[in-house]
Structure formats: C-alpha cells, structure tokens
C-alpha cells in the first residue's frame, strides 16, 4: 500500500474533525453566538452571476495529480473513501481496481468495480458545484486556482453515482443529501469549501445552510491543536471516519471512541 504522505495524514484528520464537527451546533443563551453560525455569517452574501462562459475544462482538463504522489486526485479520493480497497497491479498502489462505498450522502452501501459500464456506480463529487463556483467567484480565478479547487481534497467525496448526478449543480438552497443525518456535516463542508476560496452564497442559499445548521442537535467537540493519538475529538459516526481515510479505527487512534466501538472489541467502524 502506497504511504500517506503527512499532508494526507493531516488532511484525514482535518476531514474527521470537520465530518464530526470541529464547531459547536448548539449553545446556551450565554454562550453568545454558535461558531457554525459565525462561519456563516462570515461569508458574503451576493446574487448569483451569469453562468456564461463556464465549462467544465475551465477547472482543468480532468483529474491531475496535484500533490505529486504519481496518483491522480479522482484515485486518490477513491482510496481515501472506499474500503477493502484493492489496486491494479503495476500501478504503485495508485489505480483503484475494486472497494467498497458507504455512501455518505444516501447510506447505501456500493460495490465498486473498475471498469466500463461499472466506473459509474460511485461518482467523485466536488461538495461545492463547479458551476455553482463559477457563478460565485471563480470565474475572477486564474487558471491555476481554479485547477486546485477542483482537486482539493476538502471539495472532493466519493458518492453514488445517480445520486451525484441528481444533485447536479445544485446548491444548499436546492439540493441537499436524502440522508438527514448526513446534512449537518455536507453543509458544514460546503461552508469551510467557501469561505476558504472566497466564494459567496445566495440569501436563499445561506437560509437554507441555516435551516440545516439550526437541526445540527448533537454539541460538537473541539479539539486542541496538538492533537496526539488517544486525544482530540472522536469521529462523530463510522461514515465520517470512512470519509476520513481511518477506518478502522482502534484504540489509541485519533477518533476513536467506545460510542463506535458496538463489540467492544477494541476496533471500531470495521
């Protein structure tokens, strides 16, 4: 298996804290205002630009390999997010042939299998639409800004297909992932995809990411910055520590917590 490099390794648990919340979603009337919220609020809020002019080339012909570790970003999500992975053979562990999804936007569990007619099962989603980005500041990007959005890690999540597909270029104002459970970290996601690139919301946008924030009923841990193994936040649920890359997860490991652990075994999210 080909090494993580620590940027991944960062990367992972970056993604795990996010997926279980690295902000509080509630709070007591003296606590002042909820982190989630101010995150929101910080974005700036504009009305939706043309679309003109946007193509999907716009970001870059296809998947490159941004991080210079010989694997290209749509096989490097794969094996971040699917389990029981295994590789083409003489491709230095980069080439996902086969795995298993938990989809985290339905709850479905996938096979995937590489190849034609069956590629298409599980999809790589960017959680910000490309489109959507377009129309709300990409546009004003140079070419190389835009190729790293759309291969940044923290935009990327491999999904189902079909599902993928119907939410389309939506936003959080049209779209939002079947499983409910799954809302509170998609929009979260999307907020930290956003105000990280500098992209604006719709106002119908931003009340939709607030209706979804105010459901978030579950306090979040935050963790410190020196973080070691058997510290910091646990994973929120087994598909936040899927999406991270972690899984499983054992005893000792960053994430782990007896809450995910049902047979007490010592190993959770197998």
Not at 205 to 216: H, I, N, Q, T
């Amino acid at each position: 298996m080909r090494p993580r490099t620590a940027r991944a390794l960062a990367l992972g648990f970056a993604l795990a804290l996010l997926a279980g919340g690295t902000t509080g979603c509630t709070t007591t009337p003296d606590e002042g205002p909820r982190s989630d919220d101010a995150a929101l609020e910080a974005l700036t809020v504009k009305g939706r630009a043309p679309k003109t002019g946007y193509s999907r080339e716009e970001f870059g012909s296809g998947w490159v390999d941004t991080d210079r570790n010989g694997c290209d970003t749509r096989n490097d999500v794969l094996a971040r997010d699917l389990v029981d992975v295994a590789f083409v053979p003489g491709t230095g562990d980069c080439v996902v042939r086969s795995g298993t999804l938990h989809d985290p936007y339905g709850g479905s569990t996938i096979g995937f299998e590489r190849g034609q007619g069956t590629s298409g099962a599980v999809q790589v989603d960017h959680v910000v639409a490309l489109s959507d980005a377009w129309q709300k500041g990409a546009q004003a990007w140079d070419e190389e800004k835009r190729v790293e959005f759309a291969n940044d890690p923290l935009e990327l999540l491999a999904v189902d297909g079909p599902t993928n597909a119907a939410k389309g270029d939506g936003d959080a104002a049209t779209w939002l992932p079947p499983d409910t459970a799954y809302r509170c970290t998609y929009v979260r996601r999307q907020i930290s995809v956003k105000a990280e690139y500098g992209l604006w919301v719709t106002r119908a946008e931003k009340d939709a990411m607030a209706r979804v924030l105010a459901d978030c009923d579950e306090p979040a841990p935050t963790p410190t910055a020196t973080a070691t193994p058997g510290t910091g936040a646990a994973f929120a649920d087994c598909a936040a520590a899927r999406a991270a890359g972690a899984a499983p997860v054992r005893t000792g490991d960053p994430g782990y917590s007896t809450a995910l652990d049902g047979d007490g075994d010592g190993v959770a999210c197998e």
